[in-house]
């Protein structure tokens, strides 16, 4: 059932890559559609100085420089493929290019005198912005050399007998350049902002996941440590109500011996959840993972849950039309239980409904409840540790945990509020994480 709001908890950063090189590639994109816009340009430009002007080019050989031009952007524009990172030097060089494309059609079209030399202004900019300094500082060397060479030697510019003089010709180039500059900067600068807000977003995304990460690790270290002591506890009780199951006196009392037989199957399960534990962290031996399939999986861990609160009105819904063979993660059947005893919490009186489908090879394990839902607050902040409107110490670890353990699987927590009234949240992950052959 769709939520009509929404909260999706995402697994790490944004992308597959990092942050810095994420923010490479974007820029390097950026430089491409701004070719594109050059080559657009220049065609104009030649385009109206042969046809309006009547100015005789040498267009062949343009011809042959913007082929040229236009082949390198295809290239970067293959580039773009590659999973390997772009680098610094990578975006000299393409700049670099750029710069020599120019420096070439300036030759063909006047050198030093044609108005649009004040395009290498927009290439040192691009560079301070993308580059680090040595390259900046390289960039404007080429640059200056670019514009040395053109005042040493370039292509005579043939000018119509009749029509404007040089110096009408250079202030109309430069009142275009002018424009020219001013927008490609604009555009440009603008989309490398949104780049760099975007990586800033993707670094404080992996802060916050180091951050939730220590803190999984430090209450990991607590309940292993609190396992440890419980374990001598537990193991007395359990030899002492032993002894009073055997004493007559006690065991001619039924209601006496009926108690003792749930004291006993109490202690089991504190011994259970204390050996799961030390399991989970490593520290029991001769234990190893159980190999179950999905449908049988599901239903017991739905299941185990009833049976711990048989006082819930639930169901489940399987919608599988497949039954891999899977590894039963503990992890996971502790948060699908979270989920539930969030559900029954907020609504014990109401239906409660744990759907299990698969949709484009992604596991969505969903509970909905018919409860008050969440507020516009709580769904700012679902996933944070201690965000909770339990008034009980350690609330709010429950969807914090559940948020964590999808991440680690490789997936994410959604979490909204139904049309129909109530919360809907569903642990959405690759089956592929589950399978035996991805995890044996």
């Known amino acids: 059932m769709e939520s009509a709001t929404l909260v999706r908890l995402l697994p790490g950063p944004a992308d597959s890559l990092e942050p810095e090189a994420a923010t490479a590639r974007q820029n390097l994109l950026q430089l491409v559609k701004l070719r594109w816009i050059a080559v657009a340009g220049q065609l104009v430009t030649i385009a109206f100085a042969v046809i309006a002007l009547h100015i005789t080019l040498p267009l062949m050989k343009m011809g042959v420089v913007m082929t040229a031009f236009v082949a390198l952007n295809l290239l970067s524009q293959r580039r773009l493929r590659w999973s390997t990172p772009v680098s610094n030097l990578e975006l000299f060089y393409s700049l670099t290019l750029d710069a020599i494309v120019l420096t070439a059609l300036l030759y063909y079209s006047g050198g030093a005198t044609n108005p649009f030399t004040s395009l290498y202004l927009l290439h040192v900019i691009l560079g301070a ?35 404007p003089n040089l110096m009408a010709l250079y202030v109309g180039g430069a009142f275009v350049g ?17 780049n760099l807000r ?18 999984i690790v430090r209450m990991g270290l607590l309940a292993s440590g609190a396992a440890h002591e419980l374990g001598t506890p537990l193991a007395t009780l359990d030899v002492i109500l032993g002894d009073w199951r055997r004493m007559e006196k006690l065991a001619e009392d039924e209601t006496l011996a009926r108690e003792i037989e749930d004291m006993r199957a109490e202690v089991a399960r504190c011994k259970a959840i204390v050996t799961g534990v030390l399991i989970s962290a490593g520290e029991a031996r001769g234990d190893h993972a159980e190999v179950s399939t999905l449908k049988t999986y599901l239903k017991s861990v739905f299941e185990d849950w009833r049976l ?15 039954d891999p063979a899977i590894v039963a993660d503990s992890a996971l059947k502790q948060a699908i239980s979270n989920l539930l005893d969030n559900a029954f ?8 409904l744990f759907r299990a489908s698969v949709a484009k090879a992604e596991l969505i394990l969903a509970v909905e ?5 969440f507020a ?12 909770s409107t339990k008034a009980r110490i350690g609330g709010g670890l429950g969807l914090f945990l559940v948020a964590n353990v999808a991440r680690k699987l490789g997936g994410r927590m959604e979490a909204g509020n139904r049309p129909e009234g109530g919360a ?10 589950l399978e035996l052959g991805e995890t044996a």
């Open 424 to 433: 809907r949240v569903a642990i959405v992950i690759p089956l592929k994480a």
């Open 198 to 215: 975007q990586r800033d977003d993707r670094l404080a995304a992996l802060r916050q996941q180091a951050a939730e990460e220590d803190h």
């Open 345 to 352: 919490e907020a609504s014990p009186a109401s239906p409660i």
């Open 178 to 194: 002018f424009i020219l500059d001013a927008v490609l900067l604009v555009v440009f600068m603008s989309r490398i902002s949104d």
């Open 129 to 163: 912005v993308l580059l680090k300094r040595w390259a900046v500082w390289a960039m404007v060397g080429v640059t200056v050399s670019g514009f040395l060479g053109l005042l040493a030697m370039h292509y005579p510019l043939v000018l119509p007998s009749e029509g």
């Open 369 to 373: 409840d018919e409860g008050p839902g």
């Open 308 to 322: 711990r609160c048989p006082g819930a009105s639930a169901s489940y819904q399987d919608d599988l039309i497949e």
């Open 376 to 387: 516009p607050e709580t769904l700012a902040a679902l996933g944070k540790p201690y965000r």
